[in-house]
T-cell receptor
Framework: ETGVTQSPTHLIKTRGQQVTLRCSSQSGHNTVSWYQQALGQGPQFIFQYYREEENGRGNFPPRFSGLQFPNYSSELNVNALELDDSALYLC?????????????FGSGTRLTVV | SQQGEEDPQALSIQEGENATMNCSYKTSINNLQWYRQNSGRGLVHLILIRSNEREKHSGRLRVTLDTSKKSSSLLITASRAADTASYFCATDLSGYSTLTFGKGTMLLVSP
């Protein structure tokens, strides 16, 4: 159903540690966005990359950072993890050739910070 | 911050009945999208309606958009148990921008 793959699916980290989450988008999808979804809430926008450059950022601190690579993969890095960072992290991608079509989401990485 | 707000927060119906979910938003938009999420996993895109459209159909789904009231509704006809999921509306302000989601409606369809 989805052409976006996220890894790992589940992760447990300790407060203060650093984590890297990975996303592999569909070929040709040059726009990738990352979202954080807390339990019982809607997804919150973290940042977006277009052709390997950040072109939008939500209300998240600088310890949330990302990269997009030429092979349509991307990563989300979170430093100095806090308990409130526990959430489902979703990657979504689309092509700029079909702007009025929805994003394709991955299945997410569930991060637990203890 | 949440741009869209879905109503109701939860909806429980029997198979075969219709389910209607509403979404309100605050600012002008380029388009509004509806997504489904099963059991806290990834979101699946259902339908997109542009700001110059008033109604759109896709299979058993019907979406309406009233830009004067800044609201949208999603109707699922002849619901099935497999429709049990959370449904989110998301607004796209410019067609190039990111999505702003509401908190979602949890739909439970009982056999």
């Amino acid at each position: 159903e989805t052409g976006v793959t996220q890894s790992p699916t589940h992760l447990i980290k300790t407060r203060g540690q650093q984590v890297t989450l990975r996303c592999s988008s569909q070929s040709g999808h040059n726009t990738v966005s990352w979202y954080q979804q807390a339990l019982g809430q809607g997804p919150q926008f973290i940042f977006q990359y277009y052709r390997e450059e950040e072109n939008g950022r939500g209300n998240f601190p600088p310890r949330f950072s990302g990269l997009q690579f030429p092979n349509y993969s991307s990563e989300l890095n979170v430093n100095a993890l806090e308990l409130d960072d526990s959430a489902l992290y979703l990657c979504a991608s689309r092509t700029d050739r079909r702007l009025n079509y929805g994003y394709t989401f991955g299945s997410g990485t569930r991060l637990t910070v203890v | 911050s949440q741009q869209g707000e879905e109503d109701p927060q939860a909806l429980s119906i029997q198979e075969g009945e219709n389910a209607t979910m509403n979404c309100s938003y605050k600012t002008s938009i380029n388009n509004l999208q509806w997504y489904r999420q099963n059991s806290g996993r990834g979101l699946v895109h259902l339908i997109l309606i542009r700001s110059n459209e008033r109604e759109k159909h896709s299979g058993r789904l019907r979406v309406t958009l009233d830009t004067s009231k800044k609201s949208s509704s999603l109707l699922i006809t002849a619901s099935r148990a497999a429709d049990t999921a959370s449904y989110f509306c998301a607004t796209d302000l410019s067609g190039y921008s990111t999505l702003t989601f509401g908190k979602g409606t949890m739909l439970l369809v009982s056999p």
